[in-house]
């Protein structure tokens, strides 16, 4: 905890640090910082068509218990509502695959702010928010004791996007895929909420 002005801070503890090194697939990873010390990693699509073929996948799997959370800044974009998706898959996610985003994982679109999963939930364009644009920061919020998934976006809570999806034990990962070449994002840390 800390004090800011006279109001006091409460500063989440830090879980763990997300390392994106050699977990992309036509994409870069720059980490910016150090641990605990707001470590950020910049994605950036760096080659690749012009399509749903740049993946990153974190190396290590989330926390299995608790509730947790890791930030994702969109730093460009083609476009003003951005064509990416954010959101959590499993380590078997195929990060040289085509339009993954409902074959493998949870994820948020920010183009539209509509949800894609893979099974049980199978959704395909699920109306859940709206676009999310340059600028703009999503969290990912994971809790795994009450096995949901939701976003906040900018502050605003979109409520639960997910639930009932996490099986325990599922070896789960940060993901991130950009459309368009120098589409970039700055993934945060994984904190405590």
């Given at each position: 905890?800390?004090e800011y002005?006279?109001v006091?801070?409460?500063i989440p503890?830090l879980?763990?640090?997300l390392?994106?090194?050699?977990?992309?697939?036509?994409?870069?990873?720059?980490?910016?910082?150090?641990?605990?010390?707001?470590?950020?990693?910049?994605?950036?699509?760096?080659?690749?068509?012009?399509?749903?073929?740049?993946n990153c996948l974190?190396?290590?799997?989330?926390?299995?218990?608790?509730k947790?959370?890791?930030?994702?800044?969109?730093?460009k974009?083609?476009?003003s509502?951005s064509?990416?998706?954010?959101g959590?898959?499993?380590?078997?996610?195929?990060?040289?695959?085509?339009?993954?985003?409902?074959?493998?994982?949870?994820?948020?679109?920010?183009?539209?702010?509509?949800?894609?999963?893979?099974?049980?939930?199978?959704?395909?364009?699920?109306?859940?928010y709206?676009?999310?644009?340059?600028?703009s920061?999503?969290?990912?919020?994971?809790?795994?004791?009450?096995?949901?998934?939701?976003f906040?976006?900018d502050?605003?809570?979109?409520g639960v996007a997910?639930t009932?999806?996490?099986?325990?034990?599922?070896d789960?990962r940060?993901c991130?895929?950009l459309?368009?070449?120098?589409?970039?994002?700055?993934?945060?840390e994984?904190?405590?909420?």
């Open positions: 905890e800390e002005h006279g006091e801070l409460v503890p879980l763990m640090p390392d994106f090194t050699g977990g992309c697939h036509n994409c870069t990873a720059k980490v910016m910082g150090s641990s605990g010390e707001g470590r950020k990693t910049l994605l950036t699509k760096t080659s690749g068509r012009i399509g749903w073929d740049a974190s190396n290590a799997a989330l926390p299995m218990k608790g947790y959370k890791f930030s994702v800044k969109v730093v974009s083609r476009y509502n064509c990416m998706f954010v959590i898959a499993p380590s078997s996610f195929d990060k040289s695959g085509t339009d993954m985003f409902n074959k493998s994982g949870f994820h948020f679109y920010l183009n539209n702010g509509n949800l894609y999963s893979q099974p049980p939930s199978s959704y395909n364009n699920k109306s859940y709206r676009g999310v644009g340059v600028g920061t999503v969290e990912v919020v994971v809790d795994r004791d009450a096995n949901t998934i939701a906040i976006v502050g605003t809570d979109c997910y009932g999806v996490l099986n325990p034990g599922d789960m940060a991130v895929m459309r368009y070449l120098d589409d970039s994002v700055e993934v945060g994984v904190v405590a909420c």
